[in-house]
């Protein structure tokens, strides 16, 4: 396979690293200048808990895809509010039986579709940790035990294709096959609700944001309402973690909360000590993915009326921090935790 990986941060920068250390040929696109720079000169660092690697790899600024072969697949790698830019970029560049996986937070096939059609859009469901905080070297900060990728077509069935994309992923993390893309998308959703929100407003990491029992308990609401919007929808919605969706749910009504708070423990532990994708936006500056995630949840809320307050008033707390007015602190889930039921 020929593959290229949009946007080579974090996630793209891990997976493309280690693909390309495995011997496919790898081309990472990147619209940070000094990143890209430094790929090229440099190569790329892989910090993982197994080790360093150095890695020699192909890596090219966005104006450069212009005059390159084409690609057998696209790995997507952008914030979520970068889809339909990246997606028209690299739709020129596919071979007529290409596609483009999302390795995305957030549900954005529908988006990529739109652009190059659902028989060439598939789904990538990623659990991997990982950081990049210096042009040229990314850092894998989970337990390597995980399964990182799960990968599915957006009917269900199990292709040739996908299971070579599979096979491709797992030199870069476990990685398994599902055949329910949708109900994974939303397990996801909910811990990318849960987790990133909550770290961006504190400035805790994923392991330090479950210590504290006011986060665990405002985790396991926020987790909840997403848990029933999905359902709502009509999506078997898959463990979160390692907790049943049911279970999520039951939670917040005050069943079983010490069995749900004992593992999200467990999970904290496994996810190692990185941080959160939204906390490395709010510590650089940058624009986070908020409306994508908790701001999603909201909105599809409110069309099956299904009740999001926390994912609700989560979002203008998080934009707050994004822009300075707020600093990253436990005092700002005050209002937020107002608004959990009495005990």
Known sequence: ?????????????????????AGYDVTLIDQWPEHVEAMK???????????????????IHIHEVQGQEPFDVAILAVKSYDTAW????????????GFVASAQNS??????????????????????????YEPGHVQRTDDPERIGYRVGEVHGRVTP?????????????????????????WAKLAINCMANPIAGLTGLGSAASRQHPETRRLAIHIAAEVVR???????????????????IREAAEGKGVEEVEMRLLEDARRSGEGRPSLLQDI??????????????????????????????????LVKEVERGVRRPSLENLSPLLALLPQR
Do not use: F
């Not at 549900?107 to 990049?132: K, Y």
């Not at 993915?289 to 979002?315: F, Y």
């Open 1 to 21: 396979m020929r593959i290229a990986v949009v946007g080579a941060g974090a996630i793209g920068g891990y997976t493309g690293g280690m693909l390309a250390r």
């Open 41 to 59: 000169r440099h190569g790329l660092r892989i910090s993982t808990l197994q080790g360093q690697y150095h890695v020699p790899v192909k890596a």
């Open 86 to 97: 990246a997606c028209t970029l690299i739709e020129p560049y596919l071979r007529p039986e």
């Open 107 to 132: 549900i954005n096939e529908e988006g990529i579709a739109r652009i190059v059609g659902w028989g060439r859009t598939v789904g990538v469901v990623v659990t991997v940790g990982a950081g990049l």
């Open 161 to 185: 294709r996908i299971r070579r994309l599979a096979e491709a992923l797992s030199h870069a993390a476990k990685t398994v096959v599902t055949t329910n893309l949708w109900g994974e998308r």
């Open 229 to 247: 919007v999905g359902e709502a929808l009509g999506y078997q919605v898959e463990p979160i973690g390692s907790i049943p969706a049911p279970m």
């Open 283 to 316: 510590l650089k500056g940058r624009r986070t993915e908020i409306d994508h995630l908790n701001g999603l949840v909201a909105r599809l809320g409110a069309q099956v009326g299904i009740p999001t307050p926390l994912n609700s008033a989560i979002v203008p």
